[in-house]
């Protein structure tokens, strides 16, 4: 049986684990049958317990931007280790890699390193408020910022402007200062700001939405949302935690030429370590502690092994010119192509891609909101998965995700899965 020895350590963890895992979408509940268990990854490649061999196109959920276990970050950690894990005091790696993002980086002056995305959203946020004094924020159905509080928010039935908890244990208090509208929908945030004058601190997106599967931004909406903040004293809060050096070294930021007040990173900043950052210019990030009021700390923010491979990353992507085009072409071939045969095959669908993130959606013709990607067909979404799993292609287990490209997809991975599409 393929997935024999998965299949047992799955049993074996769900008596010890919640659920059986440590993030909810390794469990396959929504693709169904069993999750497959990693043993190790090398480059494009990841290897199961029941020794299958995969093409990776998840990456860690971006972070393996090179591949898996580069060579030269390895190294580094290596290197590090010797020298100690952890310190509980400033670092001059930390420096250096705050100079390097900010110095490389439109807009922001000002970096703090913690621990995850989810860390880096709530803070950006608190941030946000602590600096305009106001409560409210905005944020978009289907993009995901972590799981605080604020961001587990669905949106309100019928007449109601805000939002309601999406998770058990999150307050109606919280609820009521997170407003949500649709991507995409300029009209409906023009509204939202109408409708709650001098309140709202700031609006959060992911400029390129990857977790409702890719979702591009249209007709010009980073740029009306950034007249509208500046119009209400709001601030625009861009969450590249998926998209910061992944669509361009300056992120989406660079990408669509539009500045943020406040970003967040993750993912790729930690190289594969747990690492999210946030960072602004002066005015705004000098209101935090100790200089400021706005309070936000971490016990291994900043750790050294954590630096050192997200710094090590950054400097490989940056000293190759060719990183960002090499990316895209191999996202390009394999959108045109997979396209193509599925076209082929009769197989209705819709592919959204922009840079190194796609997404494949079945039985539509656009998805440009959260509406339109539950509008698609997952049944078809599924049995696509588990068909590519069997032949060795690692999709993400969900159709609300995107494909993680990373730089070791070359020709060779890309033919292994177009094969795999060719008999679905
Ligand atoms: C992954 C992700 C997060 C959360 O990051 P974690 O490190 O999982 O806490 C936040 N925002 C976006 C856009 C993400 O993709």
């Known amino acids: ?100 993002i900010t110095e490389n980086v439109p807009n922001i002056d000002q970096i703090r390193m913690v621990s995850s995305g989810t860390e880096a959203c709530m803070s950006a946020v608190r941030l946000a408020r602590g600096f305009t004094g106001r409560d409210k924020i905005v944020k978009f159905e289907g993009c995901y910022h972590g799981h605080s509080d604020s961001f587990l928010i669905k949106a309100g039935s019928g007449a109601a402007t805000f939002g309601n908890p999406n998770s058990p244990g999150v307050t109606a208090g919280t609820a009521k200062d997170t407003l949500l509208a649709r991507y995409n929908d300029f009209e409906q945030v023009e509204e939202l700001f109408k409708q709650n004058p001098g309140e709202i601190a700031g609006i959060i997106i992911e400029p390129v939405a990857g977790n409702m599967g890719c979702v591009l931004p249209e007709n010009d909406f980073l740029q009306k949302l950034r007249i509208l903040c500046d119009e209400n004293g709001s601030l625009l809060i861009f969450d590249e935690v998926m998209t910061g050096f992944r669509l361009a070294f300056g992120g989406a930021q660079e990408l669509f030429n539009v500045k943020a007040d406040l970003v967040t990173y993750g993912k790729v900043i930690g190289g594969g370590l747990p690492v999210g950052a946030f960072a602004g210019r002066n005015e705004i990030m000098d209101h935090l502690a100790p200089k400021g009021g706005v309070y936000q700390a971490g016990t291994l923010s900043g750790n050294p092994l954590a630096m050192r491979a997200g710094l090590k990353t950054l400097q490989l992507i940056k000293n190759d010119f060719e990183f960002f085009n090499r990316l895209e072409e191999t996202t390009e071939v394999l959108d045109i192509e997979i396209g193509k045969i599925l076209t082929e095959k009769g197989i209705h669908h819709t592919i959204n891609r922009k840079g190194s993130m796609m997404s494949v959606f079945f039985d539509t013709d656009k998805v440009s909101d959260f509406d339109d990607a539950q509008k698609a067909n997952h049944y078809t979404f599924n049995k696509f998965f588990h068909h590519m799993l069997e032949n060795g292609i690692y999709l993400p287990p969900s159709g609300y995700e995107t494909y993680f490209i990373s730089d070791a997809i070359r020709d060779e991975e890309i033919n292994m899965t177009l094969d795999a599409v060719r008999t679905f």
């Open 1 to 100: 049986m393929r997935y024999q020895r998965s299949s047992a350590l799955f049993d074996e963890a769900y008596q010890y684990i919640p659920g059986g895992v440590n993030s909810p979408v390794r469990a396959f509940k929504s693709v169904g049958g069993v999750p497959v268990f990693m043993k190790s990854a090398k480059g494009a490649y990841l290897t199961d317990a029941d020794d299958n061999v995969y093409v990776d196109y998840i990456n860690s959920w971006g972070p393996a931007i090179l591949g898996h276990t580069h060579p030269e970050v390895l190294e580094e950690l290596k290197i590090q280790a010797e020298k100690g894990f952890s310190f509980g005091a400033p670092t001059e790696l930390e420096t250096e890699i705050a100079k390097f």
